[in-house]
């Protein structure tokens, strides 16, 4: 995956049956395309160069059946594991978290809500009657993407929309160009995974 000039911005649709977006780097070039398989028992996303789906970059899958605490490993086009994403459980009903970890397992960074009651209010007044079509531009969740010691080094944000989803990636601190694709992989998912979350 080349030319991840931050920030990546990801757009999809609202209003349509499939669960795909593309990437686009600062430059609006496309770098990446991501469909996630829809029946099928484990999660499986495949992640394109574009949305032709002629070379295939990732694949993320599913450990286990149910997403609950699932560990999801990251593979590239040549089927070599280069990380691994895991749900956390318990702590993700309230507010979202993942750790992001390198192909031997090592903890490299963790993506976490930043703020969990916003979800909370877009699932509330998500509810209400046309009032509910609005909070795609009043709710924007944050995902904050911390190394071990603290440190931010990306951030996921939610833009304001009505009727698509917009989220953008910025790279706040320094990392290697391996872990940009990997937490890409894992922001990716995150996405595919609470789209229903608004």
């Known amino acids: 995956m080349q030319n991840l000039h931050f920030p990546l911005n990801f757009t999809f649709k609202i209003l349509t049956p499939s669960n795909d977006f593309s990437v686009l780097n600062a430059q609006g070039e496309t770098v990446a395309y991501t469909r996630q398989k829809i029946?099928?028992?484990?999660?499986?996303?495949?992640?394109?160069?574009n949305s032709s789906r002629s070379e295939r970059l990732y694949t993320i899958k599913a450990d286990r059946i149910i997403d609950f605490n699932a560990n999801y490993t990251v593979r590239n086009a040549q089927d070599q594991v280069i990380g691994q994403i895991k749900r956390s459980g318990m702590k993700s009903l309230w507010q979202t978290s993942f750790t992001i970890m390198d192909a031997q397992g090592q903890t490299l960074y963790t993506m976490r809500e930043k703020n969990p009651w916003v979800a909370v209010l877009d699932g509330i007044v998500g509810e209400i009657p046309v009032i509910g079509m609005l909070t795609g531009y009043f709710f924007n969740p944050g995902y904050g993407v911390t190394a071990p010691d603290g440190r931010e080094v990306f951030l996921l944000r939610k833009q304001p929309s009505f009727f698509e989803r917009k989220f953008s990636l910025e790279k706040t601190g320094p990392a290697s160009a391996e872990d940009d694709v990997l937490v890409l992989n894992a922001a990716m998912m995150l996405m595919l995974l609470e789209r229903g979350d608004g």
């Open 39 to 49: 029946f099928k028992i484990k999660e499986s996303i495949e992640i394109f160069r």
